[in-house]
């Protein structure tokens, strides 16, 4: 799939892994415990002496609430969730982009907070909300993202014309601006950009969002051929139903911040066609209203926390 060459970082990586693993087994992620609240905790000195008229009460919003659960090396894990019920927040919790409040997260062995870089090295994301440099081109975008992983030159473009292409990007396309792409073809090259670097865990989130069918199935291939080529570890959100049912070892669903359920796909499916009793196994959007009572497409409102 990729040139025969590896970047000496990505070499590093592995070796540094498979120290710490040659014990035991080592989870690729575990969370326990973990809170995380958006607005302050306790009003300042000065809000306190002074409040505007008509102002609102004190409040803060729990995001995610007390998450506890272990990704093992290799597994394909899913996340559900209504929008806004912390799923994104716990991938940007995951990958160092935010800070939890209180409990802890360790990416294969080493906590977020306590060793970032050592996590940065060895992961990566993708999510829906992408950014780039509209201007430079899809392969100059690749090659910046390259060079903040140490990845050289020459090897880095060898292997994003491999990636781009096997995503259905053509070459004679990778030197157009991206502002005169689709926004699939766009989020192409955000999958592409996650992929470059070979990671050991990669992060997705949403990541097939807004492309048609036959893209969604290029992303989807590709990222099984990572895991099966690379024992990539795989955290996966995503509104698809099919992709998650197909795609992943397991599935946790949140709902309010919460893990609701936690289970491989077809155990979830089971356990709610005998709750419903039907005559066969429910799909994956009848487990989901099951244990939420919601869409995925519904608009999360957490409760407000004085």
């Excluded at 070459?171 to 157009?176: W, Y």
């Excluded at 509104?239 to 309010?256: K, N, P, S, T």
């Amino acid at each position: 799939m990729f040139p025969a060459t590896e970047s000496t970082k990505i070499a590093l990586n592995e070796q540094k892994l498979q120290q710490k693993t040659s014990q035991t087994a080592q989870l690729a992620l575990e969370i326990v415990e973990v809170v995380k609240r958006f607005g302050s905790a306790k009003p300042s000195l000065f809000s306190q002496l002074w409040k505007p008229p008509f102002s609102k009460p004190h409040s803060s919003m729990i995001a995610v609430d007390r998450v506890s659960l272990t990704i093992e090396r290799g597994e394909i894990f899913g996340l559900l969730g209504a929008n806004g019920s912390g799923k994104s927040t716990l991938i940007r919790l995951v990958s160092t982009l935010l800070v939890p409040d209180s409990g802890q997260i360790k990416v294969f062995g080493y906590d977020v907070q306590l060793k970032p870089r050592e996590v940065q090295r060895l992961i990566n994301r993708v999510s829906v909300e992408a950014s780039f440099f509209k201007k430079l081109s899809a392969l100059e975008n690749l090659l910046y993202a390259a060079r903040l992983y140490d990845v050289a030159g020459k090897e880095a473009r060898e292997r994003s014309i491999v990636i781009l292409e096997q995503l259905g990007l053509s070459e004679k396309r990778l030197s157009e601006p991206l502002e005169h792409m689709s926004r699939g073809m766009q989020q192409k090259v955000a999958v592409a950009r996650g992929l470059l670097t070979s990671p050991l865990m990669l992060l997705l989130d949403e990541p097939t969002t807004g492309l048609d069918p036959r893209s969604k199935q290029d992303v989807q291939r590709f990222v099984l051929e990572m895991r099966e080529q690379h024992a990539t570890t795989v955290f996966l959100t995503t509104h698809d139903m099919g992709e998650a049912d197909r795609m992943c070892d397991r599935i946790a669903v949140i709902d309010a911040g919460r893990i609701v359920a936690l289970d491989t796909p077809l155990n979830l499916k089971k356990q709610i066609s005998l709750q419903k009793n039907l005559a066969q196994d429910a799909t994956m959007e009848e487990v989901f209203l099951a244990l939420t009572g919601k869409s995925l497409d519904d608009d999360f409102e957490s409760k407000e926390h004085k």
